[in-house]
């Protein structure tokens, strides 16, 4: 692999789609927050000589503001742009990047024959989507397989992520559209790159990710 395709640490996306894909998530969660503290600064209005009420007051806001900064923070991870050849597609391409990706290091990776051909996917951002599931999962490891649908009436590929824990990575309401912020990333992500996701949990401990990947 040519060494100007390599990724430098996170690979991570810093492009206009992705911040408006972003934009409505962060604005919902930042909301919250601040309704929190408009909240409590209107209890201790209200109350100017209860101390415990002041307490608790200072107490929920803070940790309303501290929860904010971690959002904040998050949004710093995607600073970086990318780099050239953002739009290698191959299935030859992904099993090289997952290679090469520091924190997939640890990661088992099986596939079948692979191809040159080109997926109607934006590599990097499959990718980049995995590498933050494994960040947040971190210091779980697990296992990728990539197959090829061309026996079947999907078709494309399908790439399969498994790693266990004590408990389901999503909750049963929330497969779809996750509450969590860093968990919904992921999804979004994968969506934009312009994959489908489905994921379930096997009792006990077995979270399954499937990302379908279309030919182009």
């Keep these: 692999m040519n060494a100007s395709h390599k990724p430098a640490g996170r690979v991570v996306m810093n492009s206009l789609e992705l911040r408006g894909a ?3 998530r962060l604005s919902h969660d930042l909301t919250n927050q601040l309704a929190v503290i408009a909240g409590h600064l209107l209890l201790m209005e209200l ?3 209860d101390a415990d009420c002041r307490r608790n007051s200072m107490l929920k806001m803070r940790e309303a503001s501290e929860a904010g900064a ?3 923070a998050q949004i710093n991870h995607f600073q970086k742009p990318f780099e050239p050849h953002a739009t ?3 299935s030859e391409y992904l099993v090289a990047m997952i290679r090469e990706t520091p924190l997939l290091a640890g990661w088992k990776l099986r596939h079948d024959w692979l191809s040159p051909a080109p997926l109607a996917i934006q590599g990097r951002w499959v990718i980049g ?3 933050y599931l494994a960040d947040m999962i971190n210091p779980a490891r697990g296992s990728m397989v990539l197959t090829s649908n061309h026996d079947k009436p999907e078709g494309g590929w399908s790439l399969e992520v498994q790693w266990t824990s004590t408990k389901s990575w999503l909750a049963a309401n929330e ?3 996750p509450k969590q912020f860093d968990k919904a990333l992921v ?3 994968l969506e934009m790159a ?3 996701a489905r994921f379930t949990f096997s009792e006990p401990a077995l979270n399954t990710l499937i990302v379908h990947m279309p030919q182009l």
Aim: overall charge negative; aromatic content about 0%; glycine content about 4%.
């Design 187 to 189: 999804l979004e992500l």
């Design 129 to 131: 989507a995995i590498e």
């Design 194 to 196: 312009g994959c489908s």
């Design 22 to 24: 972003l934009t409505s």
């Design 175 to 177: 497969t779809r559209k």
């Design 47 to 49: 109350s100017p000589e």
């Design 70 to 72: 971690a959002l904040i």
């Design 88 to 90: 290698e597609r191959s």
